[in-house]
DNA sequence: ACTACTCCCTGCCAGC
DNA sequence: TGCTGGCAGGGAGTAG
């Protein structure tokens, strides 16, 4: 699932479960996702409160109360669900309604936060991640900034940082396809392959022309360096409106779905009609360094 | 400094 | 019905 919007609306999710709750113990099933857990993750996240729960790029950030960062990334297949204990029937959160799945993976359940509010311990939040290309990590919040995960990320999509004088900065001189500059986190930090497919063809800019091309010699963004900027922002903030997209297995936190896949104008679209008015043209998927692209060869030039 | 490719792991789906 | 190959939202490491 998890592109920015993805990840912004776990975090939604969670959030009103998360956010002041003494984490009174950790269950761990195993240790080896991504990256193998630091050897005393238990031992420091238990007993502790957790202030609240942030996001940076595809990361969520849980700050706890002695400084450290609960940081975790939820790969490719990663998802948290929120479940009551001792309830023989799920019973919706007050604040953080949720659906229990039909049937729970449990064999996937790598990490549990055993959750204690105003004395009681009621809830539970489930790290589930079939393919285990998720991690997490413990950071101190005074080092967030200069960890190697997080240095030499470029800004949020929904922050001002994000710019068309940025966006000609990183793309100027460079000769890469502007699809995988796109995708380059150090660009600009949240995108992934959907949201850039997306608002390449919003912008009516090719994925495989030269990232360079937005740019002019002397470094000034070009009207398409605007439109993508716009587009990014655009398609981004109603991706979260939405609550994200949900593809094949993957939920919300809450077990919701999200349904920003209903108004995908490219993705996953290929040999159907290009939704601009006027365009006639047609959705082809090419593979681009190994991924597929998915764009309208017609009117993205 | 760039760019392109491969791999991590599991599940699902189309096609035979 | 059962097998096989291809493909999947991300990111890091390596080799040019």
């Given at each position: 699932m998890p592109e920015l919007p993805e990840v912004e609306t776990v975090r939604r999710g969670l959030s009103p479960v998360f956010d002041g709750a003494m984490i009174r113990k950790v269950t761990l099933?195993?240790?080896?996702?991504r990256f193998p857990l630091p050897a005393d993750f238990r031992d420091r996240i238990g007993g502790q409160r957790m202030i609240a729960l942030g996001r940076r790029a595809k990361y969520l950030l849980g700050d706890l109360e002695d400084g450290t960062v609960l940081v975790m990334h939820l790969g490719m297949s990663g998802s948290f669900r929120i479940e009551e204990v001792g309830e023989a029937r799920q019973q919706p959160v007050a604040a953080a309604a949720f659906h229990y799945p039909r049937s729970v993976d449990r064999a996937h359940d790598h990490v549990i936060f055993h959750l204690e509010h105003e004395g009681a311990e009621r809830l539970r939040i489930v790290y589930n991640d079939p393919r285990r290309f998720g991690f997490m990590s413990l950071v101190a919040r005074a080092e967030i900034e200069h960890h190697p995960w997080f240095a030499a990320l470029g800004p949020e999509p929904t922050g001002n940082a994000l710019d068309a004088d940025h966006l000609a900065r990183v793309a100027a001189g460079r000769a890469t396809p502007l699809k995988a500059l796109l995708l380059d986190q150090r660009a600009i930090a949240g995108l992934g392959n959907i949201y850039v497919c997306e608002a390449l063809h919003r912008a009516k800019l090719s994925p495989l022309r030269s990232a360079g091309t937005l740019a002019t010699a002397a470094g000034v963004p070009t009207a398409g360096a605007k439109r993508l900027v716009a587009a990014i922002r655009e398609v981004i903030a109603e991706a979260i409106v939405a609550g994200g997209s949900t593809l094949r297995d993957h939920r919300q936190a809450d077990g919701e779905l999200g349904y920003f896949q209903h108004s995908f104008a490219v993705y996953g679209r290929e040999g159907e009609p290009c939704p601009r008015a006027g365009c006639g043209g047609t959705v082809e998927r090419i593979v681009q360094s190994g991924r597929s692209t998915f764009h309208c060869p017609r009117c993205q030039r």
């Open positions: 099933n195993r240790g080896d996702l």
